[in-house]
């Protein structure tokens, strides 16, 4: 018998099972996505930091001899505070001599003579199993004798040094004996063994004059015993050990980053100092990645309220269809139990079954495993029990007269007007406390603050309700002036309640919020990280080298694509005097962008990048007196009416023409800047401004030509600058376009997960109100069908009756589309900073952004929802056979 009702309502209870299998998945499988893409950003993070911030390493000064700190590689790895012991993959040992510190004199040149050699060495743990000689061999110093040294090929090549060549090493103490027995190449360029010897692979050469040549060279441990104690120069001894980024989980985040940080307070035996700023890195990643929880949790918690809503919305229908099978029931003496345990057993062996398929599906999602699924369980006991809960409710009165089932604006009860006020009390407590404490996953999730975006729809949706009766009457009235029948008809029924109820409009309104909420959300990232860029790289490309040639300009413009150039130097930690004829009285540094301002405005109206060049600049000519500048208001303060900056070793006096907190070029986060006009600085004939930067305008450049060019004219200027033909740069230039750079922010931190929270919420919200419409249109299908029926015989047409539907759904899909738009709209501004999105984009405040792409899908929302709805009615009409209505006279036929 069971079996045979099971059967009979087998569409309400597969609905009702989809329903439930799609929650089950949903709150199963997003927190292993989210797990899954949090840890997958992590170790992509982890994996692009540089060795000295990635990397834990000791150093210490020590004269004890070079050899004996390989006993303590081990060691201090045992040391390391848990779980850091088990997360060290590669580790090294090293006893180095700061090329700071030492001199290089040669038998030949170029080393008898010219620029300084500062000349570093450094003796390595696995650099011979990482490189393979060329000639000579590898170290092998005896004590007293010469110390043995090895040189890149780039050294070489640079300094002219061959196998068999005597060098002299000079220090603060005294002078050691050395001698080049090899040369090698590495085997890859790109292993980390590599990291601290930078300058054996890549030599510095000068490219201005009095700069020295800065390269380092291998030894072995006597090696550096020897030249330690010929020149007085100490010995640093240092371990690194490299974390597995394979082995990073977010789950243990904060622990890893509690162990970096306990690790560089804690007081090493041998005086040893730790060298890392890897804590500083994961706590951005926690930052990020508490942000986007928070913000996965409401996007979470607006699509399981609308799915629930939408189980309720489901129950009520099936008991709906059922009411008269209830009502028999009770007229022939069933206790309420009875049908409670009738439906029960309908229930039970379908609803917890699809909820478990729902829950292993969701297991098969890459990620993480999480605890018991208590959310899943709950699902299960829900859908099982609603409709038995709902059927005895509705049968809890046996009434003998049926009313009028199509009018539902009826005066609401006093227990109904406290349970709608108390929603708007919490929801308003809701945000109060959502703005003060925050939204904080990393402490646990909180359901009450998780659920306030919620709340905040739901009371929407209480308050479209209640203020929604008065504008129909009124459309209400003028429709009957109207001439046809359709346009009253459905105004009237929406008037009376059917079919804007409070159950489909609360369901619509979150649904809808959800999805504008992410969209919103998305947009002022992305519009947050597109100022973020601009201030990066301000235009289509952006050229970076050491040094260029003054004239490297007409050579870089012919470049295949580049339609505008504008040159640019900029450097760091420039110092600022209140005047150039006292320099000792000094204001700090700064970092100083020189830039061609006309050019540079050119270059940015061809990239079409957000940029406004200060008036200010572009302006500005030659002449007598300071120039104008733009600097930050860190640097206002401490000026007066004038100052000067140091500009490649000249000062150059400036006056402040604009004050301003960024400027394109300088980068994100920089406090301190001056920007000077190029074209209006002096110009010196010997002593020209040398760029080592250019803005590059230009579609589809050829960036491989580029480059080359811009390396030529970087080995023209250090070969001018030598006065010996220079073969290889020091500093290859490297491109940064716009485009790579955004591609870049959206691929890095948890965004991810940024970008799972908004897809699930646009693509959940939308489809969620879709299928709120259809249980709107199917709650009220069998009024709707005997009212057609009476009208078809009084000869409305199909299409008159399709339109009679419009005119029912578009004041609740209207109403839940404006109003759902305004929640999702307002969202990110009441919740305001308990949001955290400022960790997107560090150092560009982030600004409520409204596209008009989402308010088109909204509209798109609308139109797909009647869509919705006439599909639904057209389906419920064919299987209710419309011309027997009348004859049955049953609504639920």
Excluded: C
């Excluded at 899954?36 to 000791?58: F, I, K, N, Q, T």
């Amino acid at each position: 018998m069971t079996a045979r009702r099971i059967r009979a309502y087998a569409g309400q209870a597969v609905l009702l099972a989809v329903l439930g299998l799609v929650a089950a998945l949903l709150l199963t499988a997003a927190p292993r996505l989210t797990g899954e893409y949090a840890d997958r950003g992590l170790r992509a993070d982890v994996a692009g930091l540089p060795h000295l911030v990635r990397d834990v390493s000791l150093a210490v000064e020590r004269p004890a001899p070079a050899a004996t700190g390989q006993a303590d590689l081990d060691r201090y790895a045992a040391e390391l505070p848990s779980p850091l012991p088990n997360l060290v993959d590669r580790r090294w040992y090293a006893a180095s001599l700061d090329e700071e510190h030492l001199i290089a004199v040669g038998d030949a040149p170029p080393m008898d003579g010219g620029a300084r050699k500062m000349f570093g060495l450094r003796a390595q743990t696995g650099v011979e199993e990482a490189a393979e000689l060329t000639a000579g061999r590898w170290p092998g110093t005896r004590p007293g004798g010469p110390a043995e040294v090895v040189v890149s090929t780039a050294v070489a090549e640079t300094l002219s040094l061959r196998v068999g060549q005597r060098l002299s090493f000079a220090g603060r103490d005294g002078q050691a004996g050395a001698k080049v027995v090899g040369v090698f190449t590495p085997r890859d360029v790109a292993d980390p063994v590599w990291d601290d010897l930078g300058y054996a692979l890549e030599p510095v050469t000068p490219a201005l004059d009095g700069e020295p040549y800065v390269v380092a060279g291998v030894t072995d441990w006597v090696g550096v015993d020897v030249v330690a104690a010929g020149t007085g120069v100490s010995t640093v001894s240092g371990w690194r050990y490299r974390l597995d980024e394979r082995r990073l989980e977010s789950a243990t985040l904060e622990s890893v980053t509690a162990a970096v940080a306990e690790a560089r307070r804690m007081s090493w035996g041998s005086g040893a100092t730790v060298q890392t700023s890897l804590d500083g890195a994961l706590s951005r990643f926690a930052d990020q990645l508490h942000a986007v929880q928070a913000l996965l949790a409401v996007v979470q918690a607006g699509l399981v309220a609308s799915l629930l809503g939408l189980i309720l919305l489901a129950a009520r229908l099936t008991v709906l269809r059922r009411r008269d099978e209830f009502a028999l029931l009770r007229a022939r003496g069933a206790a309420l139990t009875a049908i409670g345990s009738r439906t029960l057993a309908e229930s039970a062996p379908v609803q917890p079954l699809a909820v478990l398929v729902g829950w292993f599906v969701g297991t098969r999602v890459p990620g993480p495993e999480g605890t018991f699924p208590w959310p899943v369980l709950v699902v299960a006991v829900l859908t099982t029990v609603v409709v038995p809960v709902l059927a005895m409710h509705s049968q809890r009165r046996v009434g003998v007269v049926g009313g009028r089932a199509d009018v539902a604006w009826r005066r609401p009860s006093v227990r109904r007007l406290t349970v709608e006020a108390g929603v708007l009390v919490v929801a308003g407590i809701g945000v109060v406390l959502l703005r003060r404490r925050g939204l904080d996953p990393g402490a646990g999730v909180d359901a009450y603050l998780s659920s306030v975006p919620v709340l905040v729809a739901v009371a929407a949706a209480v308050v479209a309700v209640r203020l929604l009766p008065w504008p129909l009457r009124l459309a209400g009235r003028l429709a009957a002036r109207a001439r046809g029948v359709s346009l009253f008809l459905g105004v009237a029924r929406a008037g009376r309640g059917a079919p804007v109820a409070l159950g489909p409009l609360a369901v619509l309104i979150v649904a809808v919020s959800t999805g504008v909420f992410g969209g919103v959300v998305t947009t002022a990232v992305d519009a947050a990280r597109d100022r973020a860029t601009t201030l990066t790289v301000p235009a289509d490309a952006w050229l970076t080298g050491y040094t260029f040639s003054p004239d490297a300009e007409h050579a870089l413009a012919r470049t295949p694509g580049v339609t505008a150039l504008a040159r640019v130097w900029v450097d760091s930690n420039r110092r600022l005097v209140a005047d150039a004829a006292t320099p000792s009285r000094q204001l700090g540094t700064a970092r100083v962008l020189v830039v061609d301002a006309p050019a540079f405005a050119e270059v940015v109206a061809r990239s079409g990048v957000d940029v406004d060049v200060p008036a200010a600049l572009t302006s500005a000519a030659r002449g007598d007196g300071p120039v104008p500048a733009v600097v930050s208001p860190a640097v206002a303060d401490g000026l007066g009416d004038r100052a000067a900056v140091d500009v490649q070793s000249r000062w150059y006096e400036f006056r402040v023409a604009g004050v301003t907190d960024t400027f394109p070029g300088v980068g994100v986060g920089t406090e301190r800047f001056v920007v000077l006009p190029w074209q209006a600085l002096p110009e010196y004939e010997h002593t020209p401004i040398i760029p080592n930067r250019y803005l590059v305008a230009g579609d589809d450049i050829d960036a491989a030509h580029l480059l080359e060019v811009a390396d030529e004219a970087q080995r023209q200027r250090q070969s001018e600058v030598l006065g010996v033909p220079v073969t290889r740069t020091q500093l290859p230039a490297s491109l940064q376009t716009w485009r790579a750079y955004r591609g870049e922010l959206d691929r890095s931190g948890a965004n991810d997960v940024l970008t799972l929270a908004f897809t699930a919420g646009a693509a959940g919200g939308s489809a969620l109100a879709v299928l709120a419409v259809g249980f709107a249109v199917a709650a009220d299908a069998g009024g709707r069908g005997r009212m057609l029926s009476r009208l078809r015989t009084l000869g409305l047409s199909a299409g008159r009756g399709r339109r009679l539907l419009v005119y029912e759904l578009v004041p609740l899909v209207l109403v839940a589309a404006v109003t759902g738009a305004a929640v999702g709209a307002a969202l990110p501004r009441i919740l305001g900073s308990a949001l955290g999105l400022s960790a997107f984009a560090p150092g560009v405040p982030i600004r409520e952004h409204l596209d008009p792409l989402v308010l088109a899908s909204v509209l798109g929302l609308v139109v797909v929802g009647l869509a919705a709805g006439l599909a639904v009615e057209s389906l419920m009409n064919r299987r209710m056979r419309l011309g027997d209505a009348l004859r049955l006279g049953e609504e639920n036929s």
